[in-house]
């Protein structure tokens, strides 16, 4: 079966230092994987995804930044947070091209920029 | 762009009783699929049910069930016989199937308290 790890599960960073988020999938090849965002009180907002190995699709410009360097592993990162960069981040996953398939999603991070 | 609507920030429901979930979504598309997503306090993200917008018949699992009007782009979630354990944020999200587009839009969610 299919999982999904995401890690770290809680993080604390000062503004002004970087940031790399990782999530890794197990148990399928060439899935669709998807960063999202969870603002406190506010939905899930897609900041990328990927269909495949360097292949990165930016939804919304920011200070973020998005990787996948392997087939199962994409990375969140950032060179300098922001106060605006605290936030719940999903990592998700789907089989490509199956538009019926729902996404299954990390447990997540908390992000802290203090 | 597709949008997707939830009007109720927050909603309640005593045990036992049941409860409708709103969401509207705006697209010029003709096929489509929606999702209903549960997310309880420990902010895994559960799906809950999905309708594929060619099938007229609505979707059901268990105690929830869909409202899906096509026409009217609504996609109303309904939870009968509510559990404590029902007690979660709701998302409502779209997917489209042409176009090559990968992604599923979220709406912003009602969070349902059940009460005892």
């Known amino acids: 079966s299919q999982t999904i790890h995401q890690w770290p599960a809680t993080l604390v960073q000062p503004v002004g230092s970087p940031l790399s988020l990782e999530c890794t999938v197990e148990?399928?090849?060439?899935?669709?994987l998807y960063w999202y965002r969870q603002a406190a009180g506010r939905g899930l907002q897609l900041l990328f995804y990927?269909?495949?190995?360097?292949?990165i699709s930016s939804e919304v410009p920011q200070n973020l930044s998005a990787s996948r360097p392997q087939d199962r592993q994409f990375i969140l990162s950032s060179k300098k947070l922001l106060l605006s960069d605290s936030g719940f981040y999903l990592c998700a996953w789907t089989l490509q091209g199956r538009m019926s398939l729902p996404l299954h999603f990390g447990n997540g991070t908390r992000l802290t920029v203090t | 762009a597709q949008t997707v609507t939830q009007s109720q920030p927050e909603m309640s429901v005593q045990e036992a009783e049941t409860v409708t979930l709103s969401c509207t979504y705006d697209t010029s598309e003709s096929d489509y699929y929606l999702f209903w997503y549960k997310q309880p306090p420990s902010r895994q993200m559960i799906l809950v049910i999905r309708q594929e917008a060619y099938k007229q018949q609505n979707a059901t699992e268990n105690r929830f069930s869909v409202n899906f009007q096509k026409a009217a782009k609504s996609f109303s979630l309904k939870i009968s016989d509510s559990q404590l354990g029902d007690a979660a944020m709701y998302f409502c999200?779209?997917?489209?199937?042409?176009?090559?587009?990968?992604?599923?839009?979220f709406g912003k969610g009602t969070k349902l308290t059940v009460n005892p």
């Open positions: 990927s269909v495949g190995i360097g292949q």
């Open positions: 999200a779209y997917r489209k199937t042409q176009g090559g587009s990968e992604k599923l839009v």
């Open positions: 148990g399928t090849s060439n899935p669709n």
